[in-house]
């Protein structure tokens, strides 16, 4: 059984732009296939990439419309008719979350449900000011609104009682 258990935030999934396939997460799943590790995400982390994959496509759709680039409708030519006509969002979100699901099986993650997760813990700490809130040392002002859990957060707000059998680190991009 390995020893760690590591957490992917989801900024990392961003960070490598979605590809599920590239090189860094590809390296990340076979560590986890070859019991180097254990890949561990929450529940809420898996909506929140589900929802990034849905945001970036509806983003790039909207700039092919819109951008310099859809002078090249004009152009007759098979290979522009993603100009011309561009693809249904839904279905390939659909398809890029089946890719997030099958990363997932082949990376053999274990999914963790935050329900256990205690609340007050999350707003003691959020309320307090202390880690992973502590905004002293980014010096930034604290936001109005609550802040999307993530899984530091839930870590370290109650999370941990779930993984006690790892040494549990968080794969992250600041």
């Not at 002293?136 to 009682?161: A, E, V």
Request: charged share 30%; proline share 5%; glycine share 4%.
């Amino acid at each position: 059984m390995p020893q760690y258990g590591v957490f992917v935030d989801p900024s990392e999934y961003r960070r490598n732009n979605l590809d599920f396939g590239g090189k860094r997460l590809t390296a990340f799943a076979e560590a986890a296939r070859k019991d180097w590790i254990t890949f561990l995400q929450t529940d809420v982390s898996k909506s929140e990439v589900t929802a990034l994959i849905r945001d970036h496509l509806k983003t790039a759709r909207d700039l092919l419309k819109t951008s310099n680039l859809s002078v090249l409708k004009s152009v007759d030519d098979a290979r522009m008719d993603v100009f011309r006509n561009p693809p249904d969002v839904d279905d390939l979100a659909a398809k890029l979350s089946g890719q997030f699901e099958n990363y997932l099986r082949d990376a053999q993650c274990e999914v963790l449900r935050v329900t256990g997760v205690d609340c007050g813990k999350i707003f003691e700490a959020y309320f307090g000011k202390t880690p992973p809130f502590d905004i002293t040392k980014t010096k930034k002002k604290k936001k109005t609104n609550f802040p999307m859990p993530s899984p530091c957060r839930d870590f370290q707000c109650g999370l941990k009682s779930m993984v006690r059998r790892f040494t549990l680190l968080v794969l992250t991009t600041i």
